[in-house]
């Protein structure tokens, strides 16, 4: 593997976080968070369209840029340094990538088109009210329908599903009645504004990421790929869904550090500045350690998830774990390098400090995803 960004990558990053610093000032961070929806049409159509972001890792035949994880990992990483506010990892990360692995041919030419090229927002809902990551926590069922031959009927709760109140689509994970563990699990298919469908926005700690909770009574679905096959890729597109989040932290992360460290070079105390400080000192070396380590092993996950092989599952754990802890660690130091202003609603940094704790918990926290790491490496 090369842990090294080729020019064009390099390139690619520069043009983003030009993007993304015009586009998400923290200005703007600070309205979507008092809307429902929480992103800006334009900067949407401007990302999809303009850019083609929302296509970056969907295949050429499916209407994408054809590019691989390396790529959207950079893309996810530049968005958490910048706490852009939009539906892109729930639509692209997570539910385009849950398509790629658990549709048909005919569902993927279908469905994949319009995702990437933003005309379509998806989510993916497979968490509930029980808050489990594992498919052991899923008690949704999906029956088949009595109204037509070949379609299903979806009855339960889903809840923490990113963006869910806002999408267009949503891919469902909902398992035959009487089955238990990984066994029955089917991908399906459900329009945002399906009959039987109730949709609520939930309150969370970190308003720059939109939590729903979505209430299904006899909703129409479509099946996804093969009924009762859904384990394999919902475990894929979670460990490559673990990697991506790894990034967008490790930016959220290096944001903050470069935060601290320019106040901590402005403020004067004593005559001096307070990066002159020994305490400071020390601050600033344990962030960066806790920065770039974080940095390797998101980087290793992605690289792994272009790869495809054997080591993802393991090394995506591993990613998310480190970089739950590093970015957590890394907000912490930076509000106490703040001082009293730190904790305050006007200074800027408890944005980051409470996408680092939403974060933490999503996909699993730190203790939860070492024990998959030890589960997977001794497999």
């Known amino acids: 593997m090369s842990f090294s960004f080729t020019d064009e990558q390099v390139e690619f990053r520069s043009v983003l976080r030009r993007f993304l610093g015009d586009k998400s000032s923290t200005n703007e961070v600070r309205r979507l968070m008092e809307t429902d929806d929480g992103f800006d049409e334009e900067v949407w159509r401007a990302l999809s369209q303009d850019l083609g ?12 840029q054809g590019f691989g994880f390396v790529e959207l990992a950079i893309v996810v990483e530049e968005m ?9 990892f729930s639509s692209i990360v997570l539910a385009a990538t849950a398509i790629l692995n658990g549709a048909n041919e005919d569902q993927k030419r279908e469905l994949l ?3 990437a090229a933003g005309d379509v927002r998806a989510a993916l809902a497979f968490t509930e009210e029980n808050g489990r990551w594992d498919t052991a926590g899923v008690t949704m069922t999906a029956t088949p329908a009595t109204t037509t031959r070949d379609g299903y ?15 267009d689509r949503i891919i469902v994970l909902a398992r035959r009645p009487g089955t238990s563990g990984d066994d029955g699990l089917s991908f399906f298919s459900v329009p945002g504004d399906a009959p039987g469908l109730e949709r609520r926005l939930l309150q969370s700690t970190d308003a720059t990421r939109k939590l729903a909770r979505l209430e299904f009574q006899a909703v129409p679905a479509v099946l996804l790929g093969n009924e009762g096959a859904a384990a ?9 869904a673990a990697a991506c989040l790894a990034n967008e932290m490790v930016g959220g992360a290096e944001a903050l550090r470069e935060q601290a460290l320019d106040y901590a070079q402005m403020r004067m105390q004593f005559g001096r500045t307070i990066a002159s400080f020994q305490t400071m000192k020390h601050k600033a070396a344990d962030m960066l350690i806790d920065v770039e380590l974080a940095k390797s092993a998101a980087y290793y996950a992605a690289a792994a998830a272009d790869a495809d092989n054997g080591e993802l599952p393991a090394v995506a754990s591993l990613a998310k774990a480190g970089a739950s802890e590093a970015y957590m ?5 930076t509000i106490q390098i703040h001082g ?6 006007d200074n ?3 944005l980051w400090f409470k996408r680092a704790k939403s974060s933490q918990v999503f996909l699993g926290d730190a203790n939860y995803h070492r024990e998959l790491m030890i589960q997977r490496w001794q497999d």
């Open 348 to 350: 800027d940094t408890h």
């Open 80 to 88: 958490g340094r910048a706490l852009l506010c939009a539906p892109y």
């Open 232 to 240: 394999a890729p919902l475990a894929k597109t979670l460990d490559q």
């Open 113 to 115: 088109p319009a995702i």
């Open 53 to 64: 972001l929302t296509g970056i890792h969907i295949p050429e035949d499916y209407g994408g």
């Open 340 to 345: 009293g202003i730190g904790f305050t609603w």
């Open 153 to 167: 009927e979806l009855n339960g709760v889903k809840s923490f599903v990113l963006d869910g109140h806002s999408a």
């Open 329 to 333: 660690q890394t907000a912490i130091h």
